[in-house]
T-cell receptor, first 115, second 111 residues
C-alpha cells in the first residue's frame, strides 16, 4: 500500500470555485505537510501540522485553508484562487521528534490548474 | 540568509558514474537530505547525512563536508531509470520540520 495518498491527482478549477485537496498517510507519522511545487522554483513549504496542531504557516494567502482532523488526514481547502496558484501540491508526512532531522515521505501530488 | 545551490541540468551515459553537487549556506545545520523525483511523481527519499563523510547505499552514495557547506550525490552504474530530478534539502538546527530545498538537478541518462 502506498504510504501517502492524495486525491484528486488532477484538478482544474475556475477562480470562483471552491475545492479541497485530500491527503492520507498510512505510516503512523505524527507530522504532515503541504508543499507547493512550481516550475523553476524550489519546493515551497506552506503548512506543517504536528500532532494535529498547526506549527508552520509560511505567509500563505488566506485563499488556502488547511485542516488536519487527525494525525492521518490533511486537507487543503481552496477558494477564489488565482492563475498563479496553478502548481503541483504535494503532501508529506514524517515522524517528527525532538532530536535529529527526519525524512519526509511524499504523496504523488495534485496537479492544480486554475483557469 | 539561507541558500542552496545545485546544477540545473546534467547529462550522463548509461553505465557511467555521475556526481551531483550541492552547496549550502544556512543558519544552523542539522543534516542534509537527497531526494529523487521522476517527472510527474512524488519525491522519494534517497539519503541523509548529518556527520562528515560518505554514506553508501547500493549504487548511490552521499558525501557531506559541514565545514565546506558541501555535499554530493554519487550515482554509479547509471541506468536509464535514473533519469530524474535530484533534490538537495537542508534541515536547520532548532526546526527539524522545515527543510530548505534546492531547485533540483535534472539528470538525463542517455544510452
Amino acid at each position: 500500500e502506498t504510504g501517502v495518498t492524495q486525491t484528486p491527482r488532477h484538478l482544474v478549477m475556475g477562480m470562483t470555485n471552491k475545492k479541497s485537496l485530500k491527503c492520507e498517510q498510512h505510516l503512523g507519522h505524527n507530522a504532515m505537510y503541504w508543499y507547493k511545487q512550481s516550475a523553476k522554483k524550489p519546493l515551497e513549504l506552506m503548512f506543517v501540522y504536528s500532532l494535529e496542531e498547526r506549527v508552520e504557516n509560511n505567509s500563505v494567502p488566506s485563499r488556502f485553508s488547511p485542516e488536519c482532523p487527525n494525525s492521518s488526514h490533511l486537507f487543503l481547502h481552496l477558494h477564489t484562487l488565482q492563475p498563479e496558484d496553478s502548481a503541483l501540491y504535494l503532501c508529506a508526512s514524517s515522524q517528527a521528534n525532538s532530536g535529529g532531522a527526519n525524512e519526509q515521505y511524499f504523496g504523488p501530488g495534485t496537479r492544480l490548474t486554475v483557469t | 540568509g539561507q541558500n542552496i545551490d545545485q546544477p540545473t541540468e546534467m547529462t550522463a551515459t548509461e553505465g557511467a558514474i555521475v556526481q551531483i553537487n550541492c552547496t549550502y549556506q544556512t543558519s544552523g545545520f542539522n543534516g542534509l537530505f537527497w531526494y529523487q523525483q521522476h517527472a510527474g511523481e512524488a519525491p522519494t527519499f534517497l539519503s541523509y547525512n548529518v556527520l562528515d563523510g560518505l554514506e553508501e547505499k547500493g549504487r548511490f552514495s552521499s558525501f557531506l563536508s559541514r565545514s565546506k557547506g558541501y555535499s554530493y550525490l554519487l550515482l554509479k552504474e547509471l541506468q536509464m531509470k535514473d533519469s530524474a530530478s535530484y533534490l538537495c534539502a537542508v534541515s536547520r538546527a532548532g526546526n527539524n520540520r522545515k527543510l530548505i530545498w534546492g531547485l533540483g538537478t535534472s539528470l538525463a541518462v542517455n544510452p
